[in-house]
């Protein structure tokens, strides 16, 4: 690799094709502008520099998407995967409601994992939307990882995904996740069910658990792969906005200990973040001093919901500030004021204005 400061190019740049590239390796490239003078200066403003780093031989590069019921183990398989903690998990179903990204750096490749709601019959609007979602990020992947956990049996809902998947003419990877749960009898005979779902290009056991397989997954999703200089600098794990990393530590924090049902029925949206070193507008925190501002809001749909949020005399709030502040502080490497608020928007999942405030 050069010495050469690696400034990773935009999609634009990306598009202006091989020719500006140099083989030699690092070198600036200026872009043409039509705001160009007539002695031939470049304007600061159109002037794009462009540094290059060597891409090796054979490098790979796409995206995969995972899709599976609620609770398959995708967020789980992608953290195993990157390596770090990127999508929110919990025990309950259907609490992923972004496409958050993983990206896998190797010295040969990049996989950019786009983490999905799981697929299901929907029931309310939002649940429409999140199909249409995932049906939008999977006409869009180089790879589909299809998830079905080893320890439930292949249902119908497992069927309804596998049916849409026939239809993507992408190439599917059939992953067996969670086989760490049963017996090896029992894992093979999972994996014959698997195989009798559909025309899968690999079937993949895994135990994102354990960290069994990971990586013999990860060379057959790469081996699906173009040809590609990598995507996304090297160096980030996700390209999700801060806001939606802090969202999901907070909803994450909020649905630990709680009824089945309110998993559904809780939006967290991040209202504001001020940083005082150096926002000089927005609502700053008497007391909060030095430490980046973060406003929360956990919006459900009932009073009864609210309640349960906040506790008595407020004390499950205060927890779930405590949990969520650390893992905040620990994502932002800085100490961090953190303020929650509870409220109730009535049955936000079916109005469409709701959805369209809280970013569905
Ligand atoms: N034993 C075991 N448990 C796992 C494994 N992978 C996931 N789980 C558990 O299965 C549950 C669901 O995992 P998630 O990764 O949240 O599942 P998901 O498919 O992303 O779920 P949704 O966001 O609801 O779609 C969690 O309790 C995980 O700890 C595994 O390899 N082994």
Partial sequence: MSDAPFRFPSDD??????????DEGAESVEDEHEGQDDDGALPASARVEITVPEVPEGHRAGFACLVGRPNAGK???????????????????????????????????????????????????????????????????DVIVFCVPADEKVGPGDRFIARDLADSRRPVVAVVTKADTVSREALAAQLLAVNDLGDWADIVPVSALRGE??????????????????LYPTGEVTDEPQAVMIAELVREAALEGVRDELPHSLAVVVDEIVDPRTDRTGSFIKGAGGRLQVRVSLVVERDSQKAIMIGKGGSRLKEIGV?????????????????????????????PKALARLGF
């Fill in 213 to 230: 397989q990971v990586d013999v997954l990860e060379d057959v999703l790469i081996g699906h792969l173009p040809p590609s200089p990598p």
């Fill in 75 to 141: 967020s789980t398989l992608t953290n195993a995967m990157v390596g770090q903690k990127v999508a929110i998990t919990s025990g309950r179903p259907q609490t992923t409601r972004h496409n958050v990204r993983g990206v896998v750096n190797r010295a040969d490749a990049q996989l950019v994992l786009v983490d999905t709601p799981g697929l299901h019959r929907p029931r309310t609007l939002l649940g429409k939307r999140l199909n249409d979602l995932v049906r939008e990020t999977l006409a869009d992947v």
């Fill in 13 to 22: 740049e990306l598009m202006a094709g091989p020719n500006a590239f140099d």
């Fill in 323 to 351: 949990i969520s502040r650390k893992g905040i502080e620990t994502l932002l490497d800085r100490p961090v004021y953190l303020d929650l608020h509870v409220r109730t928007s009535r049955d936000w999942q079916s109005d």
